[in-house]
């Protein structure tokens, strides 16, 4: 049965037999979040660094989804006001074999710290 399944997904072009889907939730400082707005080569960078991640887990078949988010600023979500603390910035959906693989891919990331969540199926969808 799994081989049937590992064919079928072959076949119809899904990404990693089996594969697990995760989120990878990208947690930057204010000056990398800053670097967002600049037209120079730093912001240049950074966002060549973000495609060149997309590029690659596209390439190998994981990518799944992803977007950058408009930070929310501190004093409309009622959290601390520390200028070091880091921004939820963005996100990558991508389909791996384990947490491992997971892990793998997000300390390819150029963000401050990730954080690698495992998914589910709501019931229903």
């Known amino acids: 049965m799994k081989s049937a399944a590992l064919a079928l997904a072959?076949?119809?072009?899904?990404?990693?037999?089996?594969?697990?889907?995760?989120v990878l939730l990208i947690h930057e400082t204010p000056a990398q979040i800053a670097l967002r707005s600049d037209a120079g080569a730093k912001g240049q960078s950074y966002w060549a660094a973000y495609a060149d991640f997309g590029k690659q887990a596209a390439a190998a078949g994981v990518l799944r989804g992803g977007a950058a988010l408009v930070p929310t600023p501190v004093a409309q979500v009622g959290t601390a006001t520390d200028p070091s603390a880091l921004v939820f910035g963005g996100f990558f959906l991508i389909d791996v074999a384990d947490a491992a693989a997971a892990a793998g891919w997000a300390a390819r990331l150029p963000a401050a710290g990730v954080e690698v969540r495992a998914t589910i199926a709501a019931p229903g969808m």
Not at 11 to 22: M, S
């Open 10 to 22: 072959l076949c119809l072009g899904i990404g990693p037999a089996l594969a697990e889907p995760f």
